[in-house]
């Protein structure tokens, strides 16, 4: 590819511009946008700067979106479980886990990020549970042409020991042989890692990936705070997703999880939090205080009958904020397009006053700058501006989803699919054009997938076994009257 090139012809989405789409163009040398061409003039002077001139005519640019909660080994998982609540749910999940493999993992990794690619998702925050298969997930990634901030999960509790179930001896046995992380093997892990991966083909962030707050101990909390306060790397968490977790929160922890968090030092504008349904308005007002990112997963948490983000309130309130996609097999497809529209829409019921409504422009901005923000790579992308990393995407408004009056950006949040995204740029190197993703074979990833996953299944028989034997047990307990 040229080392410049310059996309002229657009209708660009830009930052102060409201809800109206500017007719200009964007220069790219390197990984960065240099020029945001809107005269004659500019337009001219980023011609003749240009190695390469795409004709975008009249084709949207949008600044790429940011997947901030992802799980990519669950893209083999489509169809399994997904008819329980999370405890209950996540038993299955495990058992599925323990059946992958390195192929598995790489295969998992690009089949994600094709999805990803042809719905406009440039970036992701991908929170990596199975630490065996760090080195094979970072390679797919490396591979995949996306950017990405990967975050290798530690805990050392495990659900059923945070939420005090009954259990009988032998399923309880049976999970106590679970993996549980290590504090100084996870230091070592986070070490090299960051050494060897972190800004990688510019594309790659080392975060740190704690599974949540009540799934790790003491211990492991504060090799938490000394890494992430030493390294100066994200941390991507899940929090508070469920009633259940919210009661025993409030039941082991004065003032619940959230307190408890900011008492170990853990509070920062370094911090994203998957979930964060079941928090009370002075820990939304802690959060805010501190900076830190809330990720809204709106398809699993209702998929899993997790609850409603209030969206209403937590803007209200000044929270920093961004969407993420969560897992295959609870969240449904990896499109930030579907999940902005499901964001917008879901916040409304929360009031009937419109004007607390979110309008589709907050939306966006949660999905780009906001998922930039959790990526720790805030002020580097989700906005088309001059020195931003270039990672774009192009939208054919002649398209069945689009075709209609000029497009504005609720037209675009509101109505934008996937058949209209025609091409994708990251990092300022074309990963989509023309409806072909550039950087690996997607074809022979599906072909090979489709063994892969049914091989997996059959693995995993005995450990979904005792999944199913759990199950009741994790349920009864999952319905706390909070």
């Not at 200009?24 to 960065?32: A, F, I, S, W």
């Not at 740190?208 to 492991?220: M, T």
């Not at 709106?298 to 983000?309: D, E, H």
């Amino acid at each position: 590819m040229a080392s410049s090139v310059y996309i002229a012809n657009g209708r660009l989405v830009r930052p102060g511009a409201g809800d109206t789409l500017t007719p200009g163009g964007v220069l790219v040398e390197g990984d960065r946008i240099t020029m945001v061409a809107l005269t004659p003039d500019e337009q001219a002077s980023a011609r003749a700067r240009a190695g390469d001139v795409v004709d975008a005519a009249g084709a949207i640019v949008m600044p790429g979106l940011v997947n901030a909660h992802y799980h990519s080994y669950s893209t083999l998982l489509k169809g399994t479980q997904n008819g329980l609540p999370l405890e209950s749910w996540a038993l299955y999940t495990v058992a599925y886990g323990r059946a992958l493999g390195d192929e598995a993992i790489r295969l998992a990794v690009l089949l994600g990020a094709a999805e990803m690619l042809r719905n406009g998702v440039t970036a992701c925050v991908d929170h990596f549970p199975h630490t065996r298969w760090v080195e094979s997930a970072l390679a797919a990634h490396e591979a995949s042409g996306m950017r990405v901030a990967f975050a290798p999960f530690m805990h050392d509790v495990l659900d059923h020991e945070f939420l005090a179930l009954a259990l009988p001896p032998a399923i309880r046995t049976a999970l106590d042989a679970s993996p549980r992380t290590d504090a100084a093997a996870a230091e070592r892990m986070y070490r090299d890692l960051a050494r060897r991966w972190h800004g990688r083909a510019g594309r790659i962030t080392l975060a740190l990936g704690p599974n949540a707050f009540q799934r790790c101990s003491p211990r492991l909390v504060a090799t938490w705070r000394r890494l992430g306060d030493e390294l100066g790397l994200p941390v991507h968490t899940h929090l508070v997703e469920t009633r259940a977790q919210a009661a025993r929160g409030r039941a082991v922890w004065s003032g619940g999880t959230v307190a408890e968090m900011a008492r170990r030092g853990l509070l920062n504008e370094r911090l994203s939090l998957a979930h964060g349904i079941w928090l009370e308005p002075d820990e939304h007002a802690l959060l805010a205080r501190h900076g830190v990112t809330i990720v809204h997963n709106p398809a699993s948490n209702l998929m899993l009958g997790s609850g409603r983000l209030g969206l209403p309130s937590l803007i209200g309130r000044g929270v920093r904020l961004a969407l993420g996609t969560d897992s295959s097999n609870s969240g449904g497809r990896h499109s930030l397009l579907e999940i902005m529209r499901l964001a917008l829409m879901l916040s409304r019921p929360e009031t009937s006053d419109p004007r607390a409504w979110p309008g589709a422009g907050r939306v966006l901005e949660m999905a780009t700058t906001g998922g930039a923000r959790a990526l720790g790579l805030a002020g580097e992308l989700g906005s088309i501006e001059p020195g931003r990393r270039a990672d774009l995407v192009l939208l054919d408004p002649r398209t069945a989803a689009l075709a209609g009056a000029p497009v504005t950006v609720p037209h675009l949040v509101q109505h934008a699919s996937a058949e209209s995204v025609t091409a994708v740029m990251v990092n300022g190197a074309w990963a989509l054009r023309d409806g072909r993703i550039l950087a690996f074979d997607e074809r022979a990833v599906i072909a090979r997938v489709l063994d892969v996953t049914t091989e997996l299944l059959a693995r995993a028989r005995a450990d979904v076994e005792l999944a199913a034997a759990a199950a009741p047990y994790f349920l009864a307990g999952n319905t706390p009257g909070v």
